[in-house]
């Protein structure tokens, strides 16, 4: 039987979190990994495998924290845009989408659980606005002003100018 461990996992996964937002998957290394939770590589890879499982529970981590609405309706559509323009939402961007960006660099398993959480994004949109005959194509539009917000806010765009995106691509789905 293996020692138990001697680190706080959940703490060790925001850690993950930050270094693979900061650098990206393929710039984060199993050696920063480790020192940015604080801990040996041997409790490293008993703890999580590899570079790739990590980033896997550390995306999985960070999309279950953000604290976004997760009952279907067409008020969790407005409230999703617009908490994702806050302008007191630190860090700017998100990780998911900085991840997809990504895709040629990730492992296949990484690739698909990417694909997932953004079909996953797109189905929640679409069950919000169920009740209409265009809800697929209009999930579909707000996904892509989801990510096209997020990638403007890692560049710096201005709050300002992110929340007319937001409220515009509310328009355009009549919301």
């Known amino acids: 039987m293996g020692r138990p461990r001697d680190f706080d996992v959940d703490a060790a996964l925001d850690a993950a979190v930050e270094l693979f ?11 920063g990994l480790a020192d940015a939770m604080g801990i040996q590589l041997g409790s490293f890879y008993a703890a999580f495998e590899s570079k790739d499982v990590c980033f896997r529970r550390a995306l999985a981590r960070y999309v279950a924290t953000q604290g976004l609405p997760t009952k279907p309706s067409p008020d969790a559509v407005r409230a999703w845009l617009l908490a994702i323009v806050d302008p007191s939402r630190e860090p700017r961007g998100c990780l998911l989408v900085a991840s997809a960006g990504e895709h040629p660099a990730l492992t296949p398993e990484s690739r698909a659980f990417v694909e997932r959480q953004l079909r996953a994004m797109q189905d929640f949109f679409t069950a919000c606005l169920r009740d209409r005959a265009s809800a697929r194509d209009d999930a579909a539009l707000l996904v892509s002003a989801v990510l096209g917000i997020h990638v403007m806010a890692r560049a710096g765009v201005a709050s300002t100018e992110l929340d007319r995106v937001a409220r515009r691509a509310l328009r355009a789905v009549d919301l």
């Open 21 to 31: 937002w900061r650098q990206g998957y393929e710039a984060t290394s199993v050696r």
